[in-house]
Every structure is written in C-alpha cells, then in structure tokens.
C-alpha cells in the first residue's frame, strides 16, 4: 500500500508560483508512472501532469510552459511547480501513483488546496 501525502498549498495572488509536494512511503523508483490531478469545485477531477519511471512527462494543455513536474527518486518525492498562476488554477490538488503489483494499482493523496484569489 503506498501512501501520498501532499504539502505546499495555499492563497496565492494571480501571477504568483507555488511549489507542490508529494512524498511516497515506498520507493517511487517502482512506481511506473507520477501524477497530479486537481479538481475545482463542482467540476470533474482532471489531469494536470504525469511523469513516468523514465523520466518521460506529459502536460494539461491549460498548464503546459507555466508548470513544471519533476521526480526526485532519492527522496521519494514528486513536485510541481506551478508559476504564472490564475484564478481557474484553484483547486484541490492530488498525487497519484500507479504501480504494477500483480495487477495495475492505483493510490491517490489526500489533497491539498490552491486558491488564487486577489
């Protein structure tokens, strides 16, 4: 069982960064594939980035050149680096990680909140 936990929310200006945690309880050298989803309300949880075991990433077309995933597989760690923010960027924010263990498995964070807000 692997478990995600999610820091670096909060109330940003538009325009402002912030940067996005997400730390493993196992190594995430074995996990095939990195992701952060976000879900603002009343509206569908969606992609926002992934980033593979081999270093490959792939972008919301709504983030792509302000936003930045990357993976750090010595800390067991995912972040991303959201600059260039704006008002429909609020949302909670989720890390998930798929990993095969006899069978495809799916973890998901708990979450943390982004809001950009004058």
């Known amino acids: 069982q692997v478990q995600l936990v999610e820091s670096g929310g909060g109330l940003v200006q538009p325009g402002g960064s912030l940067r996005l945690s997400c730390a493993s309880s196992?190594?995430?050298?074995?996990?095939?594939?990195m992701a952060w989803y976000r879900q603002a309300p009343e509206q569908q949880r969606e992609l926002v980035a992934h980033i593979t075991n081999s270093g490959t990433v792939e972008y919301a077309d709504s983030v792509k050149v302000r936003f930045t995933i990357s993976r750090d597989n010595a800390k067991n760690t995912i972040s991303l680096q959201m600059n260039g923010l704006e008002p429909e960027d609020t949302g909670v924010y989720y890390c998930?990680?798929?990993?095969?263990?006899?069978?495809?498995?799916?973890?998901w964070g708990q979450g943390t909140q982004v809001t950009v807000s004058s």
């Open positions: 998930n990680a798929r990993k095969y263990d006899m069978g495809w498995r799916e973890y």
């Open positions: 196992e190594s995430i050298f074995d996990i095939y594939l």
